[in-house]
Every structure is written in C-alpha cells, then in structure tokens.
C-alpha cells in the first residue's frame, strides 16, 4: 500500500516536471502547420545572431570558469591551510551573490567602473567584457567556492602540502600538482554550474549591453512564436548535457582517489 | 660540531612551553631516537628540523650551515608522516618521483633512481599501482622511498609505524634500520613505543615535558636509567626508597634492612636515596647476589617462556622475572622465600634531576 503511495508521488513529481517540457517541445515542432518537423530548430540554428551570440557566451563561459578557479583553488587552501578560523566568513561572503540580486551588482559595477571613474572599464570593449567576466565569477562563486572546499575536505590538504614541501616544491607546485590534480572532480563539477549559469545569464550581459545569448533568447522570445520554444529547448539540452558530464566526471575521477 | 646539531631550542604556543632548553647533536649516519608519551614534544622538536616549526630561539645546522630560518623547500630533509601522506593522484613511480621532478632532474636519471628506490624498498613492481591500492605497510615504504629519492641530508620519521598492525610493524622497523644502514643516512624516528626504540636506535633521546630528560645508547637507558623518569617509562622497574649511611662504600637502610652496593654514591650521608630494579635483576632464593631480602609472594603470572612473579619485602612490591623450567615450578601464593640481588644491578636513581624534570 505505501509501495503504491510513493509510486504515485513519484509519478505526479515526473508528471509536474515533464508535462510543460514535453508541451514546449511539442509545440516547438509545430512550425509547419498540420504536421511535425524541426523547421524552428533549422531556423534558429540558422540564424547568424544565434551562432554569434552563443559562441560569445560559451567564450566568456570558459573565461570565467578559469578566472573562478584561478580565484576560488588558492583561496579554498589557503583559507584551509592557514585561516581556518575566517572559514565561516569566507563562507559567508561566497554566499552574498545568492543574496544580493545581479542587477544590484551590475548597477554598482557601473557606478565604480563608468568611464568618468578611476578605472573606466566601461569604456572600452575588452573593458566591458573583463566586468562581464568578473560579475559572472561572482555570480558563480557560491557554486564553485563550495564544489572546491569539498573536494579539499577529502585530501588531508596539510600533511600533502608539508610532504611536498618537504621534497622542495614551492606553493605554485603544489597547488598545480598536488592540490587541483586532486580536487579536479570538484573543480569541474563547479566549472559545468559555472557553465550553465553563464549560458543562460540575462541581466548583467543585457545592462552592460553585452552581445551574449541570454539577451538574444529574450529578444526571440519577444518576438517570435515557434524559435523561442525550440531555442528553449537546446538551452535545455545544453544545461542537461552539463550535469551529465559532471557525473561523467565524477566517475571517471574515482579511479585514482581513495577506496571509501 | 656535530652533523646535525640542535642548540637551545625553544618553541612555545600561547603561553605552552612545548619545548624548553633542548640540545643535541647527531652524528651524520646515526639513528636517533626521540622517545617520550604524548605530548612531551617530540613531534614540535621534529618539525623545527623540517622547517614547519618556526623556533622561538635556537639554532638548528646541518654540516655546519644554519638552516633555522631557511623554509621547508630549501632544506634538505626528508620526511615521512605518521598518516602515510601519499599523493593520491599520483602513481607510485610518481610519488616516488616528485623530489626529483621538483629538482629538476632529467627524465632519465629520476626513473632510474625511482627503480633503484622501488627496488631498495622491495615494491619493484608495484610502480604503476596508485597509492589506495596498496596494504599500509606497502604504502609507508613508498612513502619512504619518496623521502629518500632525492639524496637528503636527513631523514625524519614521525611515528610512522603507529598506523600498522603489530606484525608489520616489528618487519617493517627492522627493514626501515636495514635501509639506513645501507644508505648511511643522518635518521631521527620518533615514537612512544619502548621497545621500537630500543630494537633500532643507535641513540634514544628520552623526552617528558619538553626536554631531553637522557640521551644515551639503548642498553645505557635501559641499564642505567638515570632519572625516575626514564626508569619508570623504558621498561618495568621495581624501586626500593631509602636513606644513605655511608657515601664511600654505598650502604643505604631501606625498611626491610641494610644493603651495600660496594661503590660510592655522589650524595651526602642521610640523603633519601631510590634503589631501582629491573625484573630481569632480582632472582629467587638466597645466593645468587650479594643482597638478599626477606620477601612474600603475592602474585605469580605464567607467560610462557618467562614467569613474572610480583613479591613483598617490607611493604614494597618488586616484579621479578624467571625463565620457565619444568623441574622448578613457581613458588606457591603467599609462600615466604628470598630473593637474592647482584649489587651490580642495583640502579641509584638521580632524584634531584628527576624531580626537576617532573614538573
Ligand atoms: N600548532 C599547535 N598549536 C598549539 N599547540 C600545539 C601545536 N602543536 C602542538 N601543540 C601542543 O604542543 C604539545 C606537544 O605536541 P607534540 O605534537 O610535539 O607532542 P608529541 O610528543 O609529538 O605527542 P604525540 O606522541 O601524541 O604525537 C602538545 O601539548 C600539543 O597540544
Ligand atoms: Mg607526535
């Protein structure tokens, strides 16, 4: 009888998940009246607007992740290694960006970074996408902070570094080639959160006017009928295909850590 | 100077003294080592030579040169930890290769110095195999090589047996002096274990409370323990309190009579004296030492080749030791006898010292 119970909640859970997603791809493939085709994906795929924006994002994507880890890895360790008591500030301040609304924090980029401040970012395109970056670093780092910090608790992070000190390597080598090597599972399931936050980020791409895919797919979706269905569902797709890698990952990194 | 040379060492955390006044000096290819309980501050002495530890004052050479404020990297020293510490992600050929790829040194020359390593230890096969699939004892020898690799100048092992289980651990030792050996390299082994450090050591440092309470070849602490610290913390030991009478010819009255060591003691006459005894020293029935005490049985423990019996003589307990032998049975409980001492044997505790260090 409960068996029968939690099957059905699990059924209407599936159902409350799959039903708008199977409407949406539904109706994406009704461009064509009268029968079913792909006619919305051609278009979209087709559009230049599309490939260009995408491939600014998934750029700026790849430039975050490494910025994040650039930022988040020595921090993490050295936060561990040498200031456990800050932990729980460290903590803290990664979790602001959840708190703290991302136009609040592009309304206040501006504000520091406008061209008549000390350092005009916004004045410059190279400039503007650097802000861009940063601000997705933020955005990102509640995800990636934690993702590290728990791949650092499954390495004794002291013993390892005084072992290699010990054999003469310096900080650089042993957060390249001990420290990341062994938190590299952690690191990238926060590199594909970073990902998937960054594709399809609106706000802070649409304010600082910023050629990205978020402001491309809202425009489509003002619009258009049928594209912004279909483009809906590649995000969809896209975002999927993350997670699936980070299992993938997450897998494949088993073999060379600790039988638990 | 010696080779490696400790001089006034002090460390302190917060208002701790962990480590008060300490000195010593090792010879190069010498095997010390550091025995005392927890806490006494073996670990902190081991990390100021590794550079981890910052001391507050002192000077720590190797060969001559001052390495007290040079960083962990730039020493030469190798160390081997308790908890293995093996790179996880690496191989073992590679974990055994890390100090030669930080030198620097040419692919060639550092893989024929991990198989010569791989093949000191008696793991030549096992390069390919990642640190979890390897036993703890096959683990701390690939630890081992490691910290060997890259020719340091000193060795340091803290407790690294304490991980293992009780058979691995005598083998594993006895393997870890035999590398050693062969490698004349400069070694300091911690541990709290007794008869770890009595087995392998050239030296033992005994530690409590921060200072080197003695140093000196196993058979001399064990032999001639000279405070009642060390007495009571390498081995078993039965101590008889008494007041000495004569300085020249070493008469002490204890309780249960006077006895005469027949050597002089370094004491004023009347001084409260402790007479110590090893279990090994004292023998039952008259005449087989030049003191014999009046004693009851109280206590006997048959433990194979060897039976412990614990008597009294004048409201002290001593534990006597006697080798197993079928036509001579124990002594029945409660039974009165004597047991009989070779003055040699008797140890005079250096009670100033020992109540200086028991603070
Ligand atoms: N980083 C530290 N901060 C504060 N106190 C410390 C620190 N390291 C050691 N201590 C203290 O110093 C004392 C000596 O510690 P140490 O680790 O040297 O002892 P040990 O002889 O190695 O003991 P054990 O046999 O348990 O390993 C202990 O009381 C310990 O609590
Ligand atoms: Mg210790």
């Not at chain 2, 073996?42 to 040169?65: C, H, N, Q, W, Y």
């Not at chain 2, 060795?155 to 393997?175: C, M």
């Not at chain 2, 002096?177 to 070694?187: A, C, N």
């Amino acid at each position: 009888m409960t068996r029968l119970w939690s099957w059905g909640a699990l059924l209407i859970g599936v159902a409350f998940f799959l039903m708008p997603l199977y409407g949406m791809t539904e109706f994406s493939l009704k461009m064509r009246r009268g029968e079913y085709s792909f006619d919305a994906y051609v278009t979209v795929l087709g559009d230049p607007r599309f490939q260009a924006t995408f491939g600014y994002s998934v750029l700026m994507a790849v430039l975050t992740i490494l910025c994040g880890v650039l930022l988040v890895v020595p921090t993490a360790f050295w936060v561990r290694l040498k200031l456990p008591g800050l932990r729980p500030w460290v903590e803290f301040i990664t979790l602001l960006p959840l708190v703290i609304p991302s136009i609040v924090v592009v309304f206040g980029y501006i504000r520091l970074y406008n061209t008549s401040s000390w350092l005009p970012l916004t004045g410059s395109v190279t400039g503007t996408n650097m802000l861009l970056m940063f601000g997705y670093t933020v955005l990102a780092l509640p995800y990636m902070y934690r993702a590290v910090d728990t791949g650092l608790r499954t390495i004794d992070v002291a013993t390892l570094t005084e072992a290699a000190q010990s054999l003469g390597a310096g900080w650089v080598t042993i957060l390249a080639r001990v420290i990341l090597p062994n938190v590299l599972g952690a690191v990238l399931s926060g590199a594909f959160l970073t990902f998937a936050i960054v594709i399809g980020e609106f706000t802070m791409a649409a304010l600082l006017d910023r050629p990205a895919f978020g402001p491309y797919m809202q425009l489509l979706g003002a619009n258009r009928a049928y594209e912004p269905a279909a483009l809906a569902v590649i995000a969809f797709a896209i975002t999927w295909a993350c997670m699936g890698l980070i299992q993938l990952v997450t897998r494949f990194s088993k073999h060379n850590r600790v039988a638990r | 100077m010696a080779f490696l040379d400790l001089s006034h060492l002090e460390k302190a955390f917060g208002a701790m003294r962990v480590v008060k006044d300490f000195n010593l000096g090792i010879d190069k290819g010498e095997f010390v080592s550091f025995l005392g309980p927890s806490g006494c501050g073996k670990t902190t002495v081991l990390r100021m030579v590794a550079g981890f530890e910052r001391p507050d004052s002192g000077a720590i050479t190797v060969d001559g040169r001052d390495i007290t404020g040079l960083k962990p990297n730039q020493r030469s020293i190798g160390m081997v930890f308790q908890a293995y510490a093996l790179f996880p992600n690496l191989t073992v050929a590679e974990n055994v290769g890390f100090g030669l790829k930080v030198a620097g040194v040419a692919k060639a020359e550092a893989g024929e110095r991990v198989a010569e390593m791989l093949a000191l230890i008696g793991l030549p096969d096992l390069g390919a195999r990642y640190p979890f699939q390897l036993s703890g004892g096959q683990q701390q020898r690939v630890a081992l090589a490691r910290a060997l690799a890259p020719r340091p100048q000193v060795l340091l092992l803290d407790e690294p047996l304490s991980a293992l289980d009780a058979k691995i651990r005598v083998s594993l030792r006895t393997e870890i002096r035999e590398i050693q050996q062969r490698l004349g390299i400069t070694t300091i082994f911690v541990t709290h274990d007794q008869e770890e450090a009595l087995s392998i050591s050239d030296r033992i440092v005994v530690m409590n409370g921060g200072i080197a309470e003695q140093t000196g070849r196993p058979l001399e602490i064990y032999n001639r323990p000279r405070t009642r610290f060390v007495a009571n913390f390498v081995g078993t030991l039965s101590m008889l309190e008494g007041v000495l009478q004569d300085p020249a010819t070493g008469r002490v009255s204890l309780a249960e009579g006077e006895v005469t060591l027949g050597r002089p003691i370094e004491r004023p006459a009347g001084a409260a004296i402790t007479l110590a005894l090893r279990p090994e020293a004292l023998h039952l029935g008259g005449g087989r030492g030049d003191i014999v005490l009046p004693a009851r049985v109280t206590e006997v423990h048959f433990l194979g080749s060897v039976i412990r019996i614990r008597v009294e003589t004048g409201g002290t307990s001593l534990s006597l030791d006697t080798f197993n032998r079928p036509e001579t049975p124990p002594p029945p409980l409660g039974s009165q006898t004597e047991v009989s001492i070779a003055a040699s044997d008797v140890i005079v505790l250096d009670d100033a010292r020992a109540e200086q260090g028991a603070h």
